[in-house]
């Protein structure tokens, strides 16, 4: 959530920092509630003070002999409540005033960073680096193909069983998935990182604090009568983990590490990567998320980078770094860059990962801070996938595919799947 101090007293760059992102947004009736609200508080501070005063000069008349029943003693008591019932309206002023100005900052983006490329959409992403040799050749298939020559995963009877873009693993393929996720939950724990394992169901003051609500809400799925909704990501309830807490800053930066399935509707996607295992409705991940102290929040933005990238290189996949323009960032995001694995199949890279430092945009929604002395402040949140793991599986089949029609495996992977390749049964 936006600094609602930044839109009262600085509405020009809120507005000109939202065009960078193609929002054409008009603050000047935001900025009104906010001045408002100021107002209202600064008239209620005053009217407090001003009761006080009266208590503490009946507390000194009665000690200088004044009797309760007096009538400077009545007089200055009636116009005690006169007081406290003003503030009482204007508290209920300011009820009412808070909960308009929170629904309207919900609905803003973040900020884009100061760093963060200029550009519309994707198009004008910038590419940082690249990582191994893509693999090229004729007659190379794509992950589903190969998949259904080994019987990896079943879809047909998964939509029998839910409806389509769901898959169900088979054998090899549900023991590929499982030695996946065993392997970058240990080498990110072997990094120091703190492995937890979430709730799947989250509330909506989670999605709210993590910025899935309330835009994303047609994104996912909800329990029709419990306020209840499937996690789309482990990046909700590990924000969560310290909503409406102060994080001592002996403990910073806080480093998790969470396998979650995610479960997401794809709104606005169809007939987008309708075969295989890159969109679907429910899909694994291991999920990367840093608690930091807004100083150091830059450096670890490229440290939980290079930490998701040390997943794709261990695995032997191809890569490349791309940095997301203004115009392309995620609603939380102040700067992200884009993990893009080489499939040789498709013969293209694809997303596999997104790291992002949200700086203080997750922590004021969800009112997570540090204390240094006796001053509080916001803390920086930082996320990034380590990685989606439907998405590496689909990268290792096209890439480990062989001429004998087996897929051979990257060494890291073979003492968790118990074999050095995948073979036709």
């Known amino acids: 959530m936006l600094d609602q101090r930044l839109i009262r007293e600085n509405p020009s760059l809120v507005a000109d920092s939202l065009a960078r992102r193609g929002l054409n947004v008009d603050l000047s009736t935001l900025q009104k509630i906010s001045s408002h609200q100021k107002d209202l508080e600064v008239e209620r501070s005053n009217l407090q003070a001003k009761g006080n005063n009266i208590g503490k000069e009946v507390g000194q008349r009665l000690k200088n002999g004044a009797t309760p029943s007096s009538k400077e003693i009545a007089d200055l008591r009636l116009l005690g409540n006169e007081v406290k019932q003003k503030v009482s309206l204007i508290e209920e002023k300011e009820k009412a005033i808070s909960k308009t100005l929170k629904e309207e900052l919900l609905k803003l983006p973040n900020l884009p960073s100061i760093e963060c490329p200029d550009g519309k959409d994707e198009k004008d992403n910038k590419e940082i680096r ?17 998949a259904e020559r080994l019987d990896l995963f079943e879809t047909e009877r998964s939509a029998k069983i839910a409806q389509s873009r769901f898959v169900t693993l088979i054998n090899q393929g549900a023991r590929l998935e499982r030695a996946l996720i065993n392997f970058m939950l240990d080498l990110h724990s072997s990094k120091g990182y703190k492995e937890v394992l979430p ?95 807004p100083e150091e929040s830059k450096a670890a933005h490229l440290e939980i ?18 940095e997301l323009c203004a115009g392309d960032l995620g609603f939380s995001a102040c700067r992200t860059f884009d993990l893009e694995v080489w499939l040789p199949g498709a013969k293209a890279f694809r997303e596999i990962s997104s790291c992002s430092n949200c700086e203080a945009f997750q922590a004021r ?31 290792i089949l096209e890439n480990g595919q062989q001429s004998d029609g087996s897929v051979s495996l990257p060494q890291c992977l073979i003492p968790y799947f118990g074999d050095t390749q995948l073979s036709p049964e």
């Open 130 to 146: 690249r990582w191994g040799i893509p693999k090229r050749g004729k007659d190379l298939q794509n992950h589903w193909e190969i």
């Open 199 to 293: 709730p799947v169901l989250v509330n909506s003051a989670s999605l709210t604090g993590s910025g899935q609500l309330p835009k994303f809400a047609e994104e996912s799925f909800r329990c029709a009568d419990d306020d209840l909704w499937l996690t789309p990501t482990a990046e909700v309830p590990v924000t969560s983990l310290h909503r409406e807490e102060i994080i001592p800053m002996k403990d910073l930066p806080l480093k998790y590490v969470a396998y979650s399935p995610c479960f997401r509707r794809e709104a606005g996607s169809y007939g987008r990567d309708t075969r295989g295992l890159i969109r679907l409705h429910q899909f694994n991940k291991v999920e990367l998320y840093w608690f930091v102290h």
């Open 305 to 322: 980078t290079k930490d998701a990238e040390a997943v794709l290189q261990e695995l032997e996949l191809p890569y490349r770094v791309i």
């Open 365 to 395: 929604r969800s009112s997570i801070r540090t204390k240094q002395e006796k001053a509080t402040q916001l803390l920086h949140t930082l996320n990034g996938s380590g990685l989606a793991v439907g998405r590496t599986m689909a990268a």
